[in-house]
């Protein structure tokens, strides 16, 4: 079984050049596999400032730049991938968009069915949610952890566990087989700071 890793989400609004110092000491306390630029309802531009500011930040420290919602941005921006919900660009189109190369993710809430569909159809990974009540978004379903054992038992698709998840709380994912957890205040508010939660959740993870 492989390690769990972190999948980084950024908080719902920021300004991205202090943000960008945040990020750097939560990136070099400790190992993280991708950050996801979550920005909702914003104009593009706001987007493409926090793209640039973020993104070699995140790249030169070989962690993957993922662009939420947007894979006409991701593909425009040069990001490493895109991570769609289901009211998203439907997945086909979204790869046809980012091309081959890049990562596409798709949210597939409490339900098997969607999670089977994704992966078959080539997604790069699945994620599961909410698993925990969670501030940083309304959760449209809540998970139950067995989910991503019987996922880890029939697939080779990688999935990412969401919602809510924080050092207190993460084992039960992490034993259930989980390949990354998606983390957003559980970091970023974390008592000590970030960069602690990110040597927090890497200890856990061994």
């Not at 400032?49 to 962690?63: E, F, G, K, T």
């Not at 009211?87 to 086909?92: K, L, Q, R, S």
Request: aromatic letters at 8%; hydrophobic letters at 45%.
């Amino acid at each position: 079984m492989t390690d769990t890793r972190l999948y980084l989400i950024t908080p719902p609004k920021l300004d991205p050049k202090p943000f960008g110092e945040t990020l750097k000491s939560a990136l070099d306390a400790g190992d993280v596999a991708s950050l996801q630029l979550r920005l909702k309802d914003v104009p593009e531009e706001d987007i493409a400032r926090a793209v640039d500011v973020l993104m070699p930040i995140a790249q030169s420290r070989d962690v993957a730049f993922l662009l939420n919602d947007r894979p006409d941005l991701a593909a425009k921006f040069g990001c490493d991938g895109v991570h769609i919900g289901q009211e998203d660009t439907p997945y086909a189109e979204a790869r046809a968009i980012v091309g081959p190369e890049r990562i596409v993710g798709v949210t597939c809430h409490d339900s098997r069915h969607l999670a089977m569909e994704a992966g078959e159809a080539g997604a790069d990974y699945v994620a599961f949610g909410a698993f925990y009540p969670t501030t940083t978004k309304e959760p449209k379903t809540r998970c139950e952890i067995d989910v991503l054992s019987w996922w880890a038992e029939v697939m080779v698709v990688p999935c990412v566990a969401i919602g809510g998840i924080t050092v207190a709380n993460a084992l039960p994912l992490v034993q259930a087989g989980a390949d990354f957890l998606a983390v957003s205040s559980g970091v970023w508010d974390y008592t000590d700071g970030p960069a602690a939660a990110v040597k927090a959740f890497n200890k856990l993870f061994k």
